[in-house]
């Protein structure tokens, strides 16, 4: 008996320091990673990377640093101005002969990792006559876009919308934390709704976070995490995709219902840099679902993995078209590739 007792004693013991060895050297946010069709899962892991980065001892400053934080959206940029990338006033109304284009999107439509003047929107506010504003926001979801437009673009009237669509904004769709806390479409009973109306401000999703990792124990969720790593698979992947197809159909729907009849929707179709190199299931999956929707909508696409590929090799694409940092990461469109999809939106539009 009390042999038995001590090895229970042993095991608790051991337990209690596997438990301290976790927390004194595993970031929490680690415990998640590579977890992306589990959106609830996916959705904590990014507020636990919030977490770590804005300390929870100087919460006070979080709002200072995420300055861009906005109720309605999460984050935006330009709120005390238009809210439109630049420093050029647009007019309500459109000048006779101009041709308006509003571009809306995350990073790839923003124009990350090049210069201000080589975003493919920047290059087609070249073009005589065209006026383009760009108010796309780095990390964006597709329903981000879409509420961005609804309650902020289209006051502008603009006779063409340029929506940029990058592969991971589908993912984006499914949680409600990426780069911050956002708002996101739930089903809800035979309706889709829009979830978090109104987006908490950092100190109080810092402190939400705090609260709840207090409860946590880091080594269930470590192992309950291995578990599902462990049986998740193609069947798990098609769950995701059938929960959020009608989500993504709904957004794009709204939009399409919010056209006036002489707006032009064109939606770019922006594939990751690692498709053109070495295909993953997970995205391969969200670039296949995403193509089927915008054929059941019967919406205008320039989808860019096939029109890269007019003139140039995968590898050619791979290596030209997208920024490679020296630290051996894979960034946003170069410059090349920026005008590569300017001529192609051109093209499109007849302009």
Do not use: C
């Not at 229970?8 to 976790?22: D, N, P």
């Not at 006559?129 to 990390?139: K, Q, W």
């Not at 964006?140 to 929506?163: E, H, N, T, W």
């Amino acid at each position: 008996m009390k042999s038995f007792i001590l090895l229970i004693f042993s095991a608790l013991l051991s337990l209690v320091v596997v438990e301290g060895l976790l927390r004194l050297f595993v970031s929490p946010s680690s415990l998640y990673a590579t977890i992306h069709t589990a959106p609830e899962l996916n959705e904590w892991k990014n507020a636990l990377q919030f977490w770590e980065r804005y300390s929870p001892e100087v919460a006070s400053d979080a709002v200072r640093s995420f300055a861009s934080y906005d109720p309605v959206l999460g984050w935006d940029f330009e709120q005390e101005g238009d809210r439109i990338k630049g420093d050029e006033d647009f007019a309500d109304t459109v000048a006779e002969g101009v041709t308006r284009i509003l571009a809306i999107g995350d990073s790839y439509t923003y124009g990350l990792d090049v210069a201000e003047q080589e975003n493919f929107a920047a290059i087609l506010a070249m073009i005589p006559d065209v006026e383009v504003l760009n108010m796309s926001i780095p990390g964006y979801g597709i329903d981000q876009a879409y509420l961005k437009y609804r309650d902020y673009g289209a006051r502008y009237a603009p006779q063409v919308i340029i929506f940029g669509v990058y592969v991971s904004d589908y993912e984006r769709s499914s949680i409600g934390f990426t780069t911050f806390a956002k708002p996101v479409f739930i089903v809800n009973g035979d309706q889709i709704d829009l979830r978090s109306q109104v987006v908490p401000p950092p100190i109080a999703e810092l402190q939400r976070v705090e609260r709840k990792i207090a409860q946590k124990i880091y080594l269930i969720e470590m192992l309950r995490n291995v578990q599902y790593k462990l049986r998740r698979g193609s069947a798990q992947r098609e769950d995701f995709f059938n929960d959020m197809d009608p989500l993504i159909t709904h957004v794009f729907r709204l939009l399409q219902g919010s056209l006036r009849a002489n707006q032009r929707l064109l939606i770019v179709h922006i594939p990751r840099a690692e498709s053109f190199n070495e295909a993953e299931p997970l995205a391969q999956g969200m670039h296949r679902h995403l193509l089927a929707i915008y054929k059941a909508l019967n919406l205008e696409v320039i989808n860019l993995a096939e029109a890269f590929l007019v003139e140039n090799s995968a590898q050619e694409v791979y290596r030209n078209y997208y920024v490679h940092r020296k630290n051996g990461s894979v960034g946003h469109f170069s410059t090349r590739g920026h005008r590569r999809v300017a001529e192609l939106i051109t093209a499109e539009l007849g302009l």
